[in-house]
Antibody
């Protein structure tokens, strides 16, 4: 399973760091992603990190503002979110990559609210 | 940029009925598509991967089919716990992973 933490309320322009702790599988063997869901909206993939921390990929909506990283020794993946905007308000899910394109393990999500 | 069009937006059916959900990518890519179920207040759950393979724990009443630009998720006989929102997802060159806008299966 994976468990996210670190969400909260932050003002526009602020920063937040999300964490995702994995257990029950060999973490270092899997690529990991962050997916978000704005209130009442659909799912949006935002970032991926390979097993060895490189390469990393970002959706255009967060490129240059968010940074994904991982620590295989701690079985954790992180999302550093800077220059936050109102439209970043969402539930953020940590997910495990499976096969070519599926995400087979999802956390319960952590809520990020960007508001003045 | 690839877009996944799901239809219908809402499907109103009764328990025991058959549900047929469509997902049409705007481009022909590999025959890899995934389907997820999301219930209110819960995280999505992987149901189908590689267009037709059931994920661990997915009941046999769920099946996936299709290729190219036409994919289908079928629920052969709706159980009360199947009323939820369903998303399709595909990987492309960019953006790497795209989700459809979702189909809500509601109780008629």
């Amino acid at each position: 399973q994976v468990v996210e933490s670190g969400g909260g309320v932050v003002r526009p322009g602020g920063s937040l760091r999300l964490s995702c702790a994995a257990s029950g599988f060999t973490f270092s063997n899997f690529g990991m992603n962050w997916v978000r869901q704005a209130p009442g909206k659909g799912l949006e993939w935002i970032s991926y990190i390979e097993t060895s921390s490189s390469p990393t990929y970002y959706a255009d909506s967060v490129k240059g503002r968010f940074t994904i990283s991982r620590d295989n020794a701690k079985k954790s993946v992180y999302l550093q979110m800077d220059s936050l905007r109102d439209e970043d308000t969402a539930v953020y899910y940590c997910t495990r990559s499976f096969g070519y394109d599926a995400f087979d393990i999802w956390g319960q999500g952590t809520v990020v609210t960007v508001s003045s | 940029e690839i877009v996944l069009i799901q239809s219908p937006a809402t499907l109103s059916l009764s328990p025991g009925e058959r549900a047929t959900l469509s997902c049409r990518p705007s481009q022909t890519l590999r025959n890899h598509i995934s389907w997820y179920q999301q219930k209110p207040g819960q995280a999505p759950r992987l149901l189908i991967y590689d267009a037709s393979n059931r994920a661990t724990g997915t009941p046999a009443r769920f099946s996936g089919s299709g290729s190219g630009t036409d994919f289908t998720l079928t629920i052969s006989s709706l159980e009360p716990e199947d009323f939820a929102v369903y998303y399709c997802q595909q990987r492309s060159n960019w953006p790497l992973w795209t989700f459809g806008q979702g189909t809500k299966v509601e109780i008629k």
